[in-house]
């Protein structure tokens, strides 16, 4: 049943980070969304302001690249909206603007832009900038590598190791790891891993995630192992940020 939700996202793996793309030039938006995907990033596509908003209540992407003049809500008008929600208070996001409205670099700074493109842009100039700011304000997101106690996940070989032997985990239970490591001692609730790790807009029970961190476990801990993840009763699961500590 793993692989009955392969097609809700293409060709990157679906761990990866997540990026919204706001713009309503259906051309722009396609070439970002396929550069994007080519660089491995999982990508979203809207071209309202106002679809926008809703997605981002949704669900919060790790990087929004946010067009200035949208139909609905203005691109400026989301930003001011993101950095006045707790949830997206941090969010990266890459404004982007037509030459003629260059002047208002300011106010988009002002109103929490992490960083500002002017159209006409190279695309290369801006995977270079994407991978910059989440270099710099999701380090975790962009790390070769994982590591908690004895227990290392590389992403790039996507081995787990605990204490020097190899950990066997299918591509959903290294994605859970991959995804709780990131944040240790954050809870996170079902339907949010539900969202994060298995992808958009899926229908699945929430009871699948209990079987999956149910095999993770098992792999991670044998015998007199300490479980490095936490279940928090009427909340979700972390990883337990005091693992490896003791
Ligand atoms: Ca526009």
């Given amino acids: 049943m793993n692989e009955t939700r392969a097609m809700t996202v293409s060709a990157p793996q679906r761990g990866a980070p997540r990026i919204l793309v706001v713009e309503d030039e259906s051309a722009l938006s396609l070439l970002l969304a396929y550069n994007l995907e080519a660089e491995g990033f999982l990508v979203e596509r809207v071209e309202r302001g106002d679809e926008a908003e809703l997605r981002l209540e949704e669900s919060v992407p790790d990087l929004v690249i946010l067009d200035w003049m949208l139909p609905g809500v203005s691109g400026l ?31 988009g700074l002002s109103v929490g832009a992490d960083d500002y493109v002017v159209k006409p842009f190279s695309v290369p100039e801006l995977m270079a900038r994407v991978r910059a700011l989440l270099r710099r304000s999701r380090p975790e997101r962009v790390a ?79 015998a007199t192992e300490t479980d490095p993840i936490r279940t928090v009763r009427g909340a979700g699961y972390s990883f337990d940020e005091t693992f490896g500590r003791a």
């Avoid at 707790?86 to 670099?105: K, N, Q, S």
């Avoid at 990131?182 to 958009?200: H, I, T, Y």
Wanted: hydrophobic share 35%; proline share 3%.
């Fill in 144 to 222: 070769t590598k994982l590591s908690a106690g004895d227990i290392e996940l590389d992403r790039e070989t996507r081995r787990v190791r605990r204490g020097g032997r190899d950990i066997h985990l299918g591509p959903t239970e290294f994605r859970l790891l991959e995804y709780l490591m990131e944040k240790p001692g954050r809870v996170f609730a079902r339907s949010q891993l539900l969202d994060s790790v298995w992808g958009f807009s899926v229908e699945i029970d929430e009871r699948t995630v209990d079987v999956h961190i149910g095999r993770l476990r098992k792999a991670l801990a044998k």
């Fill in 77 to 107: 008008e989301i930003c001011r909206r993101l950095r006045a929600r707790d949830a997206t208070r941090t969010l990266p996001v890459i404004m982007l603007t037509a030459r003629g409205e260059e002047g208002e670099r300011v106010r």
